[in-house]
């Protein structure tokens, strides 16, 4: 009857937070599936930075804005 953390899966990117019992998981699913680069604190996970305090998590979508190409579309093509 209590959340011990959260596991996000894109494509096959995982990223996941939790307390102590989330981490006993994660070190068995790490042992039966073949896990690539581990990072932790401050990081990139898909277009976002993410990065790890005492009391907070921040997540931040800048540079990925920023890399994005912006295409005009004439009128009439939108018709």
Known sequence: ??????????VDDFLHAGDQKLDI??????????????????????GFQLKQTKDRITLDHTKYIHALESHTMHPERAL
């Open 1 to 10: 009857d209590k959340l011990h953390g959260l596991i996000c899966c894109h």
């Open 25 to 46: 998981i994660m070190k068995k699913l790490c042992q039966r599936f073949l896990a690539g680069k581990v990072e932790e604190k401050m990081f990139n996970y898909i």
